[in-house]
């Protein structure tokens, strides 16, 4: 019986080093990263249902894709106020962004919480914010990381992707 255990031990330490040891492959084997830069004009919501907490404000933007506009790339989501009256003077809303780049198997999804001035449809002009990619689609299939997005004022927004997407061989 000892001996049973003890060889039992021995394997388990053996197999144990041999996975140590193993040659691994480093991320970057299997992931590539891409930044994707989006501008679309100045936003206004095309619908605003409640107020005050549970408000939703939905809008649909045409944008350009790294400079280039093309039919197709649009930008659709929502905005729901989730706190009031927060110590700045400022509301915490929710986001669900879908960014389509062209055909709508490509798409971006964003999520997250920024705060916005309380009067305000969007983010005040000037404001960045940083929100996290949820998934993507077709040609961003299984991606991650996040969007800086900011509000250039009467020139419209930028939104900047920091991408991590598997390699699919």
Same mark, same amino acid.
């Not at 100045?42 to 280039?68: E, H, Y």
């Given at each position: 019986?000892?001996k +049973? &255990?003890?060889? *039992?031990? @021995?394997?388990? *330490?053996?197999?144990? /080093?041999?996975?140590?040891? @193993?040659?691994?492959a480093? +991320?970057?084997?299997?992931?590539?990263?891409?930044?994707?830069? #989006? =501008?679309?004009?100045?936003?206004?919501?095309?619908?605003t249902?409640?107020?005050? &907490?549970?408000? #939703?404000?939905?809008?649909? &933007?045409?944008?350009?894709?790294?400079?280039?506009?093309?039919?197709?790339? =649009?930008?659709?989501?929502?905005l729901?106020?989730l706190?009031?009256?927060?110590?700045?003077?400022?509301?915490?809303?929710?986001?669900?962004?879908?960014?389509?780049?062209?055909?709508?198997a490509?798409? *971006?999804v964003?999520?997250?919480?920024?705060? =916005?001035?309380?009067a305000?449809?969007? *983010?005040?002009?000037?404001?960045?914010?940083?929100?996290?990619?949820l998934?993507?689609?077709?040609? =961003?299939?299984?991606?991650?990381?996040?969007?800086?997005?900011?509000?250039?004022?009467?020139d419209g927004?930028?939104?900047?992707f920091?991408?991590?997407?598997? /390699?699919?061989?």
């Amino acid at each position: 019986m000892r001996k +049973a &255990i003890r060889a *039992l031990a @021995l394997s388990s *330490l053996l197999g144990a /080093i041999a996975l140590v040891s @193993l040659p691994t492959a480093s +991320a970057s084997e299997f992931e590539r990263t891409e930044t994707v830069r #989006v =501008y679309h004009e100045a936003v206004q919501p095309t619908a605003t249902s409640g107020t005050g &907490i549970g408000a #939703v404000r939905t809008f649909f &933007i045409p944008m350009a894709v790294d400079g280039v506009p093309a039919d197709g790339q =649009y930008l659709a989501g929502t905005l729901t106020t989730l706190v009031e009256l927060l110590p700045n003077g400022q509301q915490l809303r929710a986001s669900n962004l879908v960014f389509v780049f062209g055909a709508e198997a490509d798409q *971006l999804v964003v999520g997250g919480v920024s705060q =916005y001035p309380v009067a305000g449809a969007t *983010l005040a002009p000037g404001q960045k914010t940083t929100r996290p990619v949820l998934g993507g689609s077709g040609k =961003y299939a299984n991606a991650s990381g996040d969007v800086v997005s900011t509000n250039l004022g009467a020139d419209g927004w930028t939104h900047v992707f920091r991408l991590t997407m598997p /390699i699919v061989s």
